[in-house]
Every structure is written in structure tokens, then in C-alpha cells.
T-cell receptor
Framework: AQKVTQAQTEISVVEKEDVTLDCVYE???????LFWYKQPPSGELVFLIR??????QNEISGRYSWNFQKSTSSFNFTITASQVVDSAVYFC???????????????FGAGTQVVVTP | DGGITQSPKYLFRKEGQNVTLSCEQN?????MYWYRQDPGQGLRLIYY???????QKGDIAEGYSVSREKKESFPLTVTSAQKNPTAFYLC?????????????FGSGTRLTVV
């Protein structure tokens, strides 16, 4: 069975601090995709990044960076120099299609609420 | 602009009533999904459809029903059999059945039982 664990329920920081969100996943599949989504107060989930299981390169996009480590089954997300607009719920998700029961379906973590105060 | 439209944004239901949540997409995506979100529980899959006229139960399908008569539309009916329907409902679609390119989400419908 697939599982995504986001152990941090809520993280509160002051503006300009860095914040790292943890994501640990479990899957028996060798080919899979990992995602991060942001859910602002408006409710719609916004796609941030997609990474396939064969690409362990870390990625930086502006103030966002991602650290994918297959050895520890982790896909952590860091926001550098946080801003108030970063306040949202962030979801990590896993998608694979090698087994019938997981085909095309996402497994979401419970989400981490990030609160950035001025 | 292409996207997913969910309506209504807020919905109030009396106990014992069925209600239908609308989800329409103009992205030409094959697959569509319904998720339920409760505080602290993340997203849970209700139903999904990978092709027109076909759909599958997700993890929490009891008390819900769907149809997929058109590629663009995937309405969700919350029936009176659903014991605790108050939640935030999200519709999503993906360009291919495998979901490898991620989902596009609608803005959600917040359902409250009064």
C-alpha cells in the first residue's frame, strides 16, 4: 500500500525565516511521481513541483527548493526567506501506476499548515 | 482560459436531502476525480473516472454517487446515506489516466448540513 506522511501539522515562522516541510513516502513501485501542492485560504490546490522516481536532483525555483532522497524515501520542501503570502496548507502527494490498485491515483499526505507572521 | 469549474462554491443541505455538486473542465482531460477534505485529514478519494461512461470507487465512496456521461463533466451526488457530509469537496482532472503529470484542481465546494 502507498502512504505519504507529513508529520508536521503546523509550522509558525516570522517573516524572512526559512521553513522546511517534511514528506516521507512509502511505495512498492519502482516508478512513481512525487508532487507538492499549495492550498491557500481560497481553497484551490496549486501545483508547485513534480519529480519522478528516477530523478534525484534537487531543484530550486526562486525561494522554493526541494530535496528528494530515495534512500530515505523523503521529498522535503524548503521555503527560503518566507513571506506572509506563503501562509497556506502544503500537501505532498505520491502517484504511481504500476499496480492495479494504485493506478492513476494520488495518495496525499495530511498537509502542513504554514503560518507566516509579519 | 482552460480550467475546472466547480459550483456552487457554498452549499447548504438539510438532513435527508440529496445534493449534486457540479464539476466541469475544458482542458480535454481524460481522467477526473472527486476528493473530500476534512480538517487535519488531508484529501480522501471518493470516486474517479478514467474514461467516459466508466468510473471507480475510491477510498470513501459510501453515500456518494457519480456519473460520467460527457468527458467535460463529472458531477458528484451526496446522498442522504452519507452520515457526515459536511466537508470541503474538490474536483480534479489529469491529462492522462496515469496521473503522472499531476492534477488540476477546481476551487472547491464547501458543503454544510443544516
Amino acid at each position: 500500500a502507498q502512504k505519504v506522511t507529513q508529520a508536521q501539522t503546523e509550522i509558525s515562522v516570522v517573516e524572512k525565516e526559512d521553513v522546511t516541510l517534511d514528506c516521507v513516502y512509502e511505495t512498492r513501485d519502482t516508478t512513481y511521481y512525487l508532487f507538492w501542492y499549495k492550498q491557500p485560504p481560497s481553497g484551490e490546490l496549486v501545483f508547485l513541483i513534480r519529480r519522478n522516481s528516477f530523478d534525484e536532483q534537487n531543484e530550486i525555483s526562486g525561494r522554493y527548493s526541494w530535496n528528494f532522497q530515495k534512500s530515505t524515501s523523503s521529498f522535503n520542501f524548503t521555503i527560503t526567506a518566507s513571506q506572509v503570502v506563503d501562509s497556506a496548507v502544503y500537501f505532498c502527494a505520491l502517484s504511481s501506476f504500476m499496480t492495479t490498485d494504485s493506478w492513476g491515483k494520488f495518495q496525499f499526505g495530511a498537509g502542513t499548515q504554514v503560518v507566516v507572521t509579519p | 482560459d482552460g480550467g475546472i469549474t466547480q459550483s456552487p462554491k457554498y452549499l447548504f443541505r438539510k438532513e435527508g436531502q440529496n445534493v449534486t455538486l457540479s464539476c466541469e473542465q475544458n482542458l480535454n482531460h481524460d481522467a477526473m476525480y472527486w476528493y473530500r477534505q476534512d480538517p487535519g485529514q488531508g484529501l480522501r478519494l471518493i470516486y474517479y473516472s478514467q474514461i467516459v461512461n466508466d468510473f471507480q470507487k475510491g477510498d470513501i465512496a459510501e453515500g456518494y454517487s457519480v456519473s460520467r456521461e460527457k468527458k467535460e463533466s463529472f458531477p458528484l451526488t451526496v446522498t442522504s446515506a452519507q452520515k457526515n457530509p459536511t466537508a470541503f469537496y474538490l474536483c480534479a482532472s489529469s491529462m492522462e489516466q496515469e496521473g503522472a503529470y499531476g492534477y488540476t484542481f477546481g476551487s472547491g465546494t464547501r458543503l454544510t448540513v443544516v
